[in-house]
C-alpha cells in the first residue's frame, strides 16, 4: 500500500498537466484578488458592495479558493480514468483483489496534490489580502488551522465525486467533462429551495461560516450550522467513494 502511494505521488507530481494547471489556479487566484480588491478603486472610490474588511477578508478569499472545484475534479479524473482507458490498468483495476488498495491509492494521493495547490492558491490571496484589504485584524494560528483543514475535506470530497465518474466512464474527456458539468449543475440548483438541504456548495460555504463583508450577505438567506455542514459534506464524500467503487466493481460484471 505504502509503495503504491508512493508511486502514484511521483506519478502525479511528474505530470506536466498537474503543473500547468496548479498554474492556472494561482493565476485565477490572483485575478479575483485583483477584481475584489482593485477593482473597486478604480469604478467606486465610496467602497460598497466590494469593500471586504480584514480579518473576514482571509476567510473570503480561502472560500474564492476552494470554490474552484474544476481542479481536484481534473486532477482526480486524470489519476483514474486515464489509466482505466488502458486494457491492462483497467484490468488490474476492476479484477484485482487490490481494488480497493488502487483506489485508495489514487484518492489518497490526488487529495493530497489537490490541497497543496489550493493551500498555495489560498496564500496567494492571503498576500494579497494583507496588502490590499481594509481593516487591520489578522487570523491567529487556530484560524489558520480551521482554513487548512476544511480545504482538505473538500477537496477530498471533490477528488471522490471525481473518481466516481472515472470509474464509470473509463475515459479522461467523457469523465472531464460529465464532471465539470455536475459541479455546474449543483452550483446552479442551489435555487431552487428543496436543493438547498443537500447543496455541497452551501454547506461548504457552512463549514467556512457566515459571512457578510463589503456586501457579500447570504442572498440565498442563512447558511446552516458548522455541524450540517460537517455532515452533509463529509456524506458527499461517502457517495462519491461508494460510486468510486462500485465503478470499479460492477461495470464489467
Known amino acids: 500500500m505504502i509503495g503504491l502511494i508512493k508511486a502514484e505521488l511521483i506519478k502525479t507530481f511528474k505530470r506536466r498537466t498537474f503543473w500547468v494547471l496548479t498554474i492556472v489556479l494561482v493565476l485565477l487566484t490572483g485575478f479575483l484578488a485583483g477584481i475584489f480588491y482593485l477593482l473597486p478603486r478604480v469604478i467606486d472610490d465610496q467602497g460598497g458592495f466590494f469593500e471586504i474588511q480584514k480579518p473576514g477578508a482571509y476567510i473570503f478569499g480561502a472560500g474564492q479558493v476552494m470554490g474552484q472545484t474544476w481542479f481536484p ?6 489519476a483514474l480514468a486515464g489509466e482505466l482507458a488502458t486494457s491492462a490498468w483497467s484490468t488490474t483495476l476492476t479484477r484485482n483483489s487490490r481494488r480497493g488498495q488502487h483506489l485508495v491509492t489514487r484518492l489518497l494521493t490526488s487529495t493530497s496534490a489537490a490541497w497543496l495547490a489550493v493551500l498555495l492558491a489560498i496564500a496567494v490571496f492571503s498576500v494579497a489580502t494583507f496588502f490590499l484589504a481594509e481593516g487591520t485584524g489578522e487570523l491567529d494560528a487556530v484560524g489558520w488551522w480551521d482554513i487548512a483543514w476544511k480545504a482538505l475535506l473538500v477537496q477530498f470530497t471533490w477528488v471522490a465525486l471525481g473518481l466516481a465518474f472515472s470509474a464509470w466512464l473509463r475515459s479522461v474527456g467523457p469523465a472531464i467533462g460529465a464532471a465539470l458539468a455536475f459541479s455546474f449543475v449543483e452550483g446552479l440548483l442551489i435555487l431552487w429551495e428543496g436543493f438547498r438541504e443537500v447543496s455541497l456548495s452551501i454547506h461548504t460555504s457552512a463549514l467556512l461560516g457566515s ?21 452533509v459534506v463529509l456524506g458527499w464524500s461517502v457517495v462519491g467513494v461508494l460510486i468510486s467503487w462500485a465503478g470499479l466493481k460492477l461495470r464489467d460484471a
Not at 475534479?73 to 486524470?78: G, H
Not at 459571512?211 to 438567506?221: D, R
Open 211 to 231: 459571512l457578510s463583508v463589503g456586501g457579500f450577505g447570504q442572498i440565498l438567506g442563512d447558511l446552516p450550522s458548522f455541524r450540517r455542514g460537517l455532515i
Open 73 to 78: 475534479l481534473i486532477l482526480a479524473t486524470m
